[in-house]
């Protein structure tokens, strides 16, 4: 499987990426300069977290003007799967991929721990083989997490089934208290309508490795390549 | 044009006698831009003046070190498998007094890049603050801003900050401590010098515009704190982690491509000091036109333009005929690369503006271990450590059984021992995926080394801050010695083995005796310590005038001083990942030891200071060989997998360590004490050179065996398991009461 790591100036998360998919999947990955205009065959694009642009303005305000940008929206357009991680959830909202917003924690702090995420959908590719009735730990580390949408949007994406993710606690219940930046429905990752293009706040790719004493995060990315080599 | 006077030069921050030795080396009356060079470069935070002589006696070779103290902008040890570590600790005191936002992440930001100027990506930090009564509402404000200014820079930068320190004390009330630490990778064959050589080779600054922040804050950082000092506030630089992660993505690009000379970043005393520095050690001169310095103001003078402290900003010499290759990377990167001189024979460094040249030194003569003065100081022992050493335990009221599971709350809470999760939760600790303590914590990081050149990582850094400045301030020589011991320790315990060390030395005024005898003591105690372990100092940083005067009143005293708190960043090395230790408690029934002797000792604990009230006693009891001997006998439990725990006694003695190793998993313990002590002194004493470990019942016998061998004293406590936490038979707390107190304490304190 090919996978295409989007770097734009400010980028921090995408030799992460490369290293889970590369070095622990097993898998061929090209990273991708922002100012190109080829994503040269790739299945799958990955826009990976960090501050692009330094964030500056509004979280991926500045970066979905980027060139590379105009090829991912095509490459959506035309059915591929594009999946965005933190930074990346957030660019790929502002470009129109994902609907909805990323705002400022409540706490008005970024945020850095382990938390859990409860499965709502399966009915993705990326989803296909995680359990909904587990919580994965997963790692969360942002300033500008809390997801928002109106509520129509919102009653869309309950009605389409397009809510993937929430924050959960660790026994799968979902509270007010396991919402840590304060999103709509603890909403912590979507995919948009066609379900090609998912977004999400926590990092499974910091939980993808032994070495780092959880695993959690593997689950996602073989999900991923598993129900992909399937359809093969 | 009038030129300078000899009060001017003393505004400046120079003394008569460097005035006159100024005159002498450029053979007649220096300009008002010359002088300002001097002034910088010989402030204390750039010339060393007054702590070199003592610094040149610190042990600093090793095989592995690939570059020894003062030779590069860091530190560098071979790591093997063609890896080398670059790391240093540098603080940012003075800056973040005023402004703690801007004054910590700009501390983060200049670390940085002095380990990526050597060419090595930089993959972890720590960090090591120190702020005053945590009840009074402005300590408050600058830990909330020093916090929020090292996360936002260090966050956005994409570096994980794996560990740290945090200390309250009202002695830091006025002058609060940052000192931040970063270590790098690089490899050996692609290692950058900050150096320029080669007669015609293009000077380029690249990076950010020059403005004028920043402007005299070497100075700024050499004088003590008063009233006046918030009309020092252009002496705060202003920190852009975007513009720092171009920068530093760009430099390693162009390290990479070997079109560089040598590079070194824009710190301290901005462009005179990276133009002289790199010039004095190619013996080389430049020729610099200012003209060309993009800069974000008009009208810069060129002093301005030549001591600016803009952020983000370095200085590359490249190989001439390759300029294209060098704009074409920063170009790649949104950066100015703009050449704006170049090389020249002799030694002399000359600037040009408007067309005329505005200074013409000697680079050789601005340079510590060139023409920097060299001072020698005078020291006195302060009254108070005689006072000290005399503190007597009988004095010390005894707690009865009643009393003890309070004084276990207290501690637990107590903001010198409580989790410091309000903290480290807003910094990025994971990003780069390399951080293993995330689910697994440990006495020092473990930062696992992903190859440059790719493949599964397999070795790690282990790496830890450690200072008790009430032990140092107790008694300079051995609270040194303890606080190096404990780094290393720290970093044993996590199954690393130490290999060297960056140090912070933050004190007073210098020409202050006392003060200045603390500093020697300190530096006696660090030679000592580095020397019996093996671990030699690759650098670091000196801050002096962390100290507070009121107007009228010279220098002050050595009680208005913050207490001398030599700060130790430790660098170990984890070559098997089977090696590796955690602290915390793995499963119920097993056994609980004690390695090392419970003595009837409460000097220096925090036990003593804060819930008695007893300020004045010596450190705790410390020998040096002890301790190197206790760290040996570690390292072949852990090698050879006899341990499931390990955990090192600091602060709150053996009670806070069994409360640690318990809470992470919820793990309770039934434990007594073993030798008739003075409860207090048994459970809350830090007598040094201790470990609580807990060992599986099948490897009991081994453990014993192995201790038996090594002739170390060790004994039985208890076991794990349950939900009490119990003590001599009695429950002190349960374990979901510790979590609670220990967890939430400092959130309390700052979110009220």
Redesign the interface.
């Known amino acids: 499987m090919k996978f295409a790591v989007l770097v734009f100036?400010?980028s921090?998360?995408d030799?992460?990426l490369v290293?889970?998919l590369?070095?622990?999947m097993g898998q061929s990955v090209v990273k991708i300069w922002h100012k190109d205009h080829d994503l040269q065959g790739a299945e799958v694009v990955m826009v990976p977290?960090?501050?692009a642009?330094?964030?500056?303005l509004r979280a991926g305000a500045i970066a979905r003007f980027s060139p590379i940008m105009r090829e991912v929206a095509a490459h959506a357009q035309r059915g591929g799967y594009v999946w965005g991680i933190c930074n990346g959830f957030q660019i790929l909202t502002e470009a129109g991929l994902l609907e909805g917003a990323l705002l400022r924690n409540l706490s008005r702090?970024?945020?850095?721990?382990?938390i859990y995420l409860r499965t709502l959908s399966t009915q993705t590719l990326l989803t296909r083989q995680l359990d909904s009735s587990k919580a994965y730990c997963i790692?969360m580390?942002h300033?500008e997490g809390r997801y928002y949408a109106p509520m129509n949007i919102l009653k869309k994406l309950q009605d389409q089934d397009q809510i993937l993710f929430q924050y959960c606690e660790a026994d799968g219940s979902v509270s007010e208290a396991a919402n840590l930046n304060g999103s709509l429905l603890n909403i912590a990752g979507i995919c948009n309508p066609a379900r090609n293009v998912f977004g999400m706040m926590p990092?499974p790719?910091?939980a993808?490795?032994e070495?780092?004493?959880?695993t959690d995060g593997r689950l996602f990315f073989e999900s991923l390549l598993g129900t992909l080599l399937e359809k093969v | 044009m009038n030129l300078p006077s000899l009060e001017t030069a003393q505004k400046l921050g120079l003394l008569p006698e460097e005035f006159a030795y100024i005159q002498e080396i450029l053979g007649r009356q220096p300009n008002f831009t010359e002088l300002s060079a001097y002034a910088a470069m010989w402030s204390e935070h750039c010339s060393y003046k007054n702590s070199i002589l003592w610094l040149k006696k610190l042990p600093k070779s090793s095989p592995r070190m690939l570059a020894e103290a003062g030779q590069e902008n860091a530190g560098l040890v071979d790591i093997g498998g063609g890896l080398a570590c670059a790391f240093k600790i540098e603080s940012h005191n003075h800056p973040s007094a005023l402004e703690p936002y801007q004054g910590a992440a700009t501390g983060v930001g200049g670390i940085n890049r002095d380990i990526f100027t050597m060419g090595a990506r930089p993959i972890a930090q720590m960090n090591t603050l120190r702020f005053g009564d945590l009840s009074l509402a402005r300590t408050r404000y600058l830990l909330r801003g020093v916090v929020k200014g090292i996360g936002d820079y260090g966050n956005a930068f994409g570096v994980p900050t794996v560990a740290g320190e945090l200390f309250f004390d009202e002695c830091y009330n006025t002058n609060p401590l940052v000192n931040a630490f970063s270590a790098g990778i690089v490899e050996t064959g692609k290692i950058a010098s900050a150096i320029a050589y080669g007669a015609g080779n293009p000077v380029f600054i690249v990076g950010s515009a020059t403005g004028k922040d920043g402007i005299h804050g070497a100075a700024f950082a050499s004088k003590d704190l008063t009233e006046s000092s918030i009309d020092d506030l252009p002496a705060v630089q202003v920190g852009d982690p975007f513009q720092e992660k171009l920068l530093l993505e760009a430099s390693l690009e162009v390290i990479a491509s070997g079109a560089v000379v040598g590079i070194q970043d824009m710190g301290a005393a901005g462009i005179i000091c990276s133009t002289s520095e790199m010039s004095a050690k190619g013996q080389h001169g430049m020729r610099i036109n200012l003209d060309k310095v993009p800069l974000r103001q008009a009208n810069m003078q060129a002093w301005e333009i030549l001591l600016s402290e803009s952020q983000e900003r370095m200085l590359v010499v490249g190989q001439k005929g390759r300029e294209a290759e060098i704009e074409a990377i920063f170009e790649k990167w949104d950066l100015h690369a703009v050449q704006i001189g170049e090389v020249i024979e002799g030694g002399r460094l000359e600037f040009f503006q408007n067309g005329e040249q505005v200074a013409d030194l000697p680079a050789e003569s601005l340079v510590l271990g060139g023409g920097a003065p060299v001072y020698t100081r005078e020291y006195q022992e302060p009254a108070y450590y005689q006072t000290f050493k005399k503190f007597n335990i009988e004095e010390v009221p005894q707690p009865g059984p009643e009393e003890l599971p309070q004084i276990a709350r207290f501690l637990l809470a107590h903001p010198n021992i409580c989790s410091r999760r309000w903290v480290y939760e807003q910094y990025d600790s994971m990003v780069g995926t390399v951080n293993a303590n995330t689910n697994a914590p440990a006495d020092a990081a473990v930062v696992w080394i992903k190859p440059p050149q790719g493949g599964l990582a397999t070795k790690a850094l282990v790496m830890s801050v450690d200072c008790n400045g009430r032990h140092v301030h107790a008694d300079p020589e051995i609270g040194t010695m303890m606080a190096v011991c404990e780094s290393a320790r720290n970093v044993v315990c996590a199954g690393g083995e130490p290999v060297a060390i960056t140090n912070n030395l933050n004190f007073g005024n210098p020409y202050n005796p006392e003060v200045y005898w603390q500093f020697v003591g300190a530096i006696q105690g660090m030679i000592k310590a580095c020397e019996k372990l093996g671990t030699p100092v690759t650098g670091g940083n000196v801050s002096f005038y962390n100290q507070s005067s009121t107007v009228g009143k010279d220098g002050g005293n050595v009680s208005n001083a913050v207490f001398p708190t030599p700060t130790i960043g430790m660098l170990g090395l984890l070559d098997d990942p089977a090696h590796r230790m955690s602290l915390h408690f793995k499963a119920e029934d097993d056994f609980i030891y004690l390695i090392g002797e419970a003595l009837n000792d409460l000097a220096g604990s925090e036990y003593l200071y804060s819930y008695r009230q007893i300020k004045a006693s010596p450190p705790p009891a410390f020998d040096l060989d002890t301790e190197y001997r206790l760290q040996e006998v570690l390292k072949i439990l852990i090698r050879n997998g006899l341990l499931q725990s390990a955990h090192d006694l600091s602060e709150g003695g053996l009670w806070v360590a069994l409360a640690e190793s318990a809470m992470p998993l919820s793990l309770g313990f039934q434990v007594k004490s073993f030798l008739k002590l003075r409860p207090d002194a048994f459970w809350f004493g830090e007598n040094a050179s201790r470990v609580l470990v807990s060992v599986h019942p099948h490897q009991k016998e081994a453990f014993e065996d192995t201790m038996e061998k090594a002739d170390f004293a060790y004994a039985l406590l208890g076991r794990v398991g349950g939900a009490a936490m119990g003590v001599d038979g009695q429950t002190w707390l349960t374990i979901a009461e510790a979590q609670d107190l220990y967890n939430q304490a400092l959130g309390q304190w700052m979110e009220g």
């Open positions: 100036p400010g921090n998360c030799d992460d290293y889970v590369r070095e622990i977290g960090g501050f642009y330094g964030d500056y702090q970024y945020i850095c721990k382990n790692p580390a300033g990092h790719e910091r993808a490795d070495m780092l004493g959880n």
